[in-house]
Structures are given as structure tokens and as C-alpha cells.
């Protein structure tokens, strides 16, 4: 499948499809205040993909086919920890063709453009995904009555 990715800033008409599938997927995982609506504030503040925070989305033409976030914090139990890799999201219909393996190289790349060493994420289920692209195991907790693991990985 042919796609491109692309900073947020250049595919802004994304916005509303990608706040909405970001909320659907983790809103058990965030502060009930942050509704759809400041997912949508948040996103429309990230304007240039050089700069940290950053957003870049997976697409075809003008249809989004999924994204991955590089934020300074994720995880309001570790404020230590930064960056972080966040919100890796490919729509179901695109899965297993490349995109999200793409996805992490980019923050991993636009990571290390920035000078950072370590990069973080947290998952719930998805440990494997990143394991094969040498993600390790950081720490095992409950973040909002989840389990989750916390992986890094050296840059």
C-alpha cells in the first residue's frame, strides 16, 4: 500500500478524524476533563513538525490512515520521563501493511533530530509491536486502574 507521512501541519483537515479516533481508543486512560473537544484544542496547536511537541499522520491523498504523536509528558505518574511517543493509532482497515512501523521510525528519527537519548511510551497490550523494534521493558503499573507497561528505548 503506497503512503505518505506527513506533519500535522500539512494535513490539518485530519484534525476532527483523529482526535475522534484517539478519544475512542484511550479516553479510559485520561482525565475525564480532557473531552473531545480539548483532544481537538490540543492537536490544532501542534503547527510544525520540527518543533516538540509533534504530530505526524499516515495518509493516502487526503485520507488519514493513522498517526503518532512525540509529547513532552504522558503519563501524569512519571513527569520525569521525557519525551514520549504517543497516540500511535492506525485505522483497523490499514493495519498490517507498514504504516505503524513507519509511524515509530519517524518519532524515533524526529527524537533523535531533537537531541533526545531516550525515548518512552506506555501500552497496554501492544508490548510486542515494539519489542521487535528494539523497544524495551522500563516498568509494569496500573495508570488509571489499568495495567500498562512503560517502554524505552536508548536513541
Same mark, same amino acid.
Given at each position: 500500500?503506497?503512503?505518505?507521512?506527513?506533519?500535522?501541519?500539512?494535513?490539518?483537515?485530519?484534525?476532527?478524524?483523529? #482526535?475522534?479516533w484517539?478519544?475512542?481508543?484511550?479516553?479510559?486512560?485520561?482525565?475525564?476533563?480532557?473531552? @473531545?473537544?480539548?483532544?481537538?484544542?490540543?492537536?490544532?496547536?501542534?503547527?510544525? #513538525?520540527?518543533?516538540?511537541p509533534a504530530?505526524?499522520?499516515?495518509?493516502?491523498?487526503?485520507?488519514?490512515? %493513522?498517526?503518532?504523536? +512525540?509529547?513532552?509528558?504522558?503519563?501524569?505518574?512519571?513527569?520525569? +520521563?521525557?519525551?514520549?511517543?504517543?497516540?500511535?493509532?492506525?485505522?483497523?482497515?490499514?493495519?498490517?501493511? %507498514?504504516? %505503524? /512501523? #513507519?509511524?515509530?521510525?519517524?518519532? =524515533?528519527?524526529?527524537? /533523535?533530530? @531533537?537531541?533526545?537519548? $531516550?525515548?518512552?511510551?506506555? $501500552?497496554?497490550?501492544?508490548? $510486542?509491536?515494539?519489542?521487535?523494534?528494539?523497544?524495551?521493558?522500563?516498568?509494569? =503499573?496500573?495508570?488509571?486502574?489499568? #495495567?500498562?507497561?512503560?517502554?524505552?528505548?536508548? +536513541?
Amino acid at each position: 500500500m503506497h503512503f505518505k507521512i506527513s506533519p500535522l501541519a500539512e494535513i490539518t483537515s485530519a484534525i476532527p478524524v483523529l #482526535a475522534n479516533w484517539h478519544h475512542q481508543e484511550w479516553k479510559h486512560l485520561n482525565d475525564p476533563a480532557y473531552d @473531545l473537544s480539548a483532544r481537538i484544542n490540543d492537536y490544532e496547536k501542534i503547527i510544525d #513538525a520540527d518543533s516538540f511537541p509533534a504530530m505526524f499522520v499516515a495518509h493516502n491523498e487526503d485520507t488519514a490512515l %493513522g498517526s503518532v504523536r +512525540l509529547i513532552d509528558d504522558d503519563m501524569d505518574t512519571h513527569p520525569e +520521563l521525557t519525551p514520549w511517543l504517543a497516540s500511535l493509532y492506525v485505522h483497523p482497515d490499514y493495519r498490517h501493511k %507498514g504504516i %505503524g /512501523s #513507519a509511524l515509530i521510525q519517524t518519532i =524515533e528519527d524526529t527524537a /533523535s533530530k @531533537l537531541n533526545f537519548k $531516550t525515548i518512552y511510551l506506555f $501500552t497496554e497490550d501492544k508490548q $510486542t509491536i515494539y519489542q521487535k523494534q528494539d523497544w524495551q521493558i522500563y516498568a509494569n =503499573e496500573i495508570y488509571y486502574d489499568q #495495567a500498562v507497561t512503560i517502554m524505552c528505548k536508548t +536513541l
